[in-house]
């Protein structure tokens, strides 16, 4: 592919990835009085991650806007994988101490934002 497929499918991805992120960080801070007892995660936690997730997709926002180079693609990539590793042991260590619908949840989560991080690769590998 030529850079015109880079600069078009690329930044389709991290734009994908910033709305999906703020709806979630947006879901999360307003409901987290209500999936505290739900979810077995403190609702503090869950307003603070709400409020960073946001803050994350404006920031990917930013970085499409300033059109990404392969360097900040990669540091998206890994930032996506630092969340998934980091909820994956937040679970398995028991440190939320989630219910059994919370772990669920956290998993999901992960799966989802893994599933991002994979098409922000293939879409960076295709756009070589």
């Known amino acids: ?9 690329v930044p389709s991805t991290v734009r994908l990835d910033a709305a999906i992120t703020g709806a979630f960080g947006v879901l ?3 409901a987290s ?16 991650l709400g409020v960073v997730l946001v803050g994350y997709a404006l ?5 499409v806007a300033r059109r990404p180079t392969r360097p900040l693609v990669w540091e998206v990539i890994a930032i996506n994988l630092v969340w998934v590793v980091s909820s994956v042991v937040a679970v398995v260590t028991d440190v939320l101490t989630p219910t059994t ?26 756009g070589t």
Request: glycine share 8%; no cysteine; net charge negative.
């Open 1 to 9: 592919m030529t850079s015109t497929s880079f600069d078009s499918v």
């Open 28 to 30: 999360i801070g307003v």
């Open 33 to 48: 009085p209500l999936l505290d007892g739900r979810l077995g995660i403190d609702a503090a936690l869950l307003l603070a």
């Open 59 to 63: 920031v990917l926002e930013f970085v």
């Open 101 to 126: 619908l919370g772990t669920v949840f956290v998993l999901l989560q992960a799966a989802a934002v893994a599933l991002i991080a994979g098409l922000q690769l293939l879409a960076l590998r295709r």
